[in-house]
């Protein structure tokens, strides 16, 4: 891996440097955090243990005893000191984005991939019908399926669901939402809390 260097990276280079993915001390994934936040939680000793690689190298100034130069390691994956609240409480909050990666940007009904903006969120159940905006629910749709469909039932209109909506956990989640911008490490460390009927597994 790549490692930038405070001391040789122009400004314009930070941009490449990926998210940090933030641990709770006990090892569940809380969120991500930019290079920025992850410096200022090392400069505070909050970072108890990383994994990984790191993935910039922040240099300081030099010292007036001996001229060593103080040098800061930022890791692709931080744990941080503090109260341990397991993030996978409660249902992840639904979005677009998030669902979207979840089905792989393909059309839940004709099986054909699209682009984000080629895309929908539709219903299986639709909200007027009683169906309820959550995401055992819902499922990614093209927009001519989806007009299709309109708020009809499935045996209604004849489609057929390719795969069965479900809810992603936290780990999942977070994985959906910095989709293609995930090292290595943090992929593999993620998929360890992975639910079994997960689509990112595969």
């Given at each position: 891996?790549?490692?930038l260097?405070?001391?040789?990276?122009?400004?314009?280079?930070?941009?490449?440097?990926?998210?940090?993915?933030?641990?709770?001390?006990?090892?569940?994934?809380?969120?991500?955090?930019?290079?920025?936040?992850?410096?200022?939680?090392?400069?505070?000793?909050?970072?108890?243990?990383?994994?990984?690689?790191?993935?910039?190298?922040?240099?300081?100034?030099?010292?007036?005893?001996?001229?060593?130069?103080?040098?800061?390691?930022?890791?692709?994956?931080i744990?941080?000191?503090?109260?341990?609240?397991?993030?996978?409480?409660?249902?992840?909050?639904?979005?677009?984005?998030?669902?979207?990666?979840?089905?792989?940007?393909?059309?839940?009904?004709?099986?054909?991939?699209?682009?984000?903006?080629?895309?929908?969120?539709?219903?299986?159940?639709?909200?007027s019908?009683?169906?309820?905006?959550?995401?055992?629910?819902?499922?990614?749709?093209?927009?001519?399926?989806?007009?299709?469909?309109?708020?009809?039932?499935?045996?209604?209109?004849?489609?057929?669901?390719?795969?069965?909506?479900?809810?992603?956990?936290?780990?999942?989640y977070?994985?959906?939402?910095?989709?293609?911008?995930?090292?290595?490490?943090?992929?593999?460390?993620?998929?360890?809390?992975?639910?079994?009927?997960?689509?990112l597994?595969?």
């Amino acid at each position: 891996m790549n490692m930038l260097s405070s001391e040789i990276a122009t400004p314009g280079d930070y941009h490449r440097v990926p998210r940090i993915l933030r641990l709770n001390v006990a090892g569940h994934p809380v969120d991500w955090v930019t290079w920025q936040e992850a410096v200022c939680l090392y400069a505070r000793d909050i970072v108890v243990w990383t994994l990984g690689d790191p993935v910039l190298r922040i240099r300081g100034g030099h010292s007036r005893h001996n001229g060593s130069r103080s040098c800061m390691a930022i890791h692709s994956i931080i744990a941080c000191d503090g109260r341990v609240v397991p993030p996978t409480l409660g249902v992840p909050p639904l979005t677009n984005q998030a669902l979207f990666v979840r089905d792989g940007n393909v059309c839940l009904y004709c099986g054909q991939s699209f682009r984000d903006g080629d895309l929908t969120r539709d219903h299986v159940i639709p909200g007027s019908r009683g169906g309820r905006d959550q995401w055992d629910n819902v499922v990614t749709a093209c927009k001519r399926c989806n007009h299709f469909k309109g708020n009809r039932l499935l045996h209604e209109c004849g489609l057929e669901l390719m795969a069965l909506p479900y809810t992603p956990n936290f780990a999942e989640y977070l994985a959906l939402i910095n989709s293609g911008r995930i090292l290595g490490d943090q992929i593999d460390f993620l998929k360890r809390s992975f639910s079994a009927n997960s689509r990112l597994l595969h």
